[in-house]
């Protein structure tokens, strides 16, 4: 694959371009091995690319995604090198807020450049149109919450509660901010800044729950590694949950598939059955989708 290959698939999916976040080009799945260290995202007018690698072709890639910024009418083109330590972003031209918004399905989120994440996942799209759609009326547990973006939609799709769960306090000041942004009521949400592992009893005084999220980092060091953790989270579940309860359980671990997942369940939590994973947006393309982000979705039944 060449920078021509490149740039005709970034100009391909400007195309489709709105205000609302998009990724216009997306190597991390290995679909374009050549690039596999690449991403371009749209945010409204700003073009956004993260280097995850650092190679010999980084100038001439960003040249050519400056060159394209320009031509397609960008106000601001942002790289950001994740393989350097605080994964800092320079500002090739433009300029960025201390606090940037972007807009997912007319919902609004506070994101800052200057954190190694910017504060949305946009691959988790699907599982947050999903969460909406079945929110009416329900209590929503939201673990490993981040900046509340599940909690958001929740809201939005009419939930009755949603309890926040995240270590960090910061993302989840984020997380009320993003609740204020889309004028939703915070007196309906809980922010729990707990480690989740150590806080179940704190967690289980809001049970029953109808909805839990569990949304892991594959790997955080000192505080979470899927393959020995996911298992403690799962355990809980009876426990935590309602007769009729959903779980979207996510995973964005490549080395870990879908059966990792259905088996820890099979295990730990037999009273909740597999009904499906969640399709990923087209434009995350990947070379083998059993390792690419997996949303579960598992169902628990109980006659009273």
């Known amino acids: 694959m060449t920078l021509d290959d490149l740039k005709e698939i970034i100009e391909k999916n400007f195309e489709k ?34 280097f995850y690698e650092k190679k010999e072709l980084q100038e001439q890639i960003e040249k050519l995604l400056e060159e394209l910024a320009l031509t397609y009418a960008f106000k601001t083109f942002v790289v950001q090198e994740r393989y350097l330590e605080k994964a800092p972003c320079k500002v090739i031209f433009g300029a960025l807020k201390k606090e940037e918004i972007v807009v997912e399905n007319g919902l609004k989120y506070s994101i800052n450049f200057d954190n190694r994440n910017i504060g ?4 988790m799209k699907r599982g947050r149109e999903y969460i909406k759609e079945i929110s009416k009326d329900k209590t929503v547990l939201n673990l490993f919450s981040y900046t509340c973006a599940f909690s958001v939609v929740a809201l ?8 926040n769960v995240d270590m960090a306090k910061n993302a989840l000041s984020i997380g009320r901010e993003n609740h204020h942004l889309n004028s939703l009521d915070t007196k309906k949400v809980k922010f729990m800044p707990y480690n989740i592992l150590k806080s179940w009893s704190r967690i289980k005084k809001e049970a029953p729950y109808d909805i839990i999220i569990i ?41 870990l598939d879908a059966d990792f997942i259905k088996e820890l369940f099979k295990q730990n939590a037999s009273s909740f059955k597999f009904i499906k994973r969640l399709d990923n947006l087209d434009e995350f393309v990947s070379k083998d989708e059993n390792r690419a982000l997996k949303n579960m979705i598992f169902e628990r039944k109980l006659s009273d």
Not at 22 to 44: A, M, P, Q, W
Not at 120 to 123: K, V
Request: proline letters at 5%; one cysteine or more.
């Open 215 to 255: 949304d892991p980092p594959s790997f955080q060091k000192g505080s979470f590694a899927a393959t020995k953790d996911y298992e403690k989270i799962i355990k809980r579940l009876d426990e935590l949950a309602s007769k009729q309860c959903l779980i979207l359980s996510c995973l964005n671990a490549p080395e």
């Open 156 to 163: 939005s799709g009419g939930a009755k509660k949603v309890v």
């Open 120 to 123: 949305i996942f946009p691959d």
């Open 17 to 50: 371009r709105t205000r609302e976040f998009k990724r216009v080009f997306h190597g991390r799945g290995n679909f374009y091995e050549d690039f596999s260290y690449l991403t371009v995202d749209c945010i409204d007018e700003i073009l956004f690319v993260c």
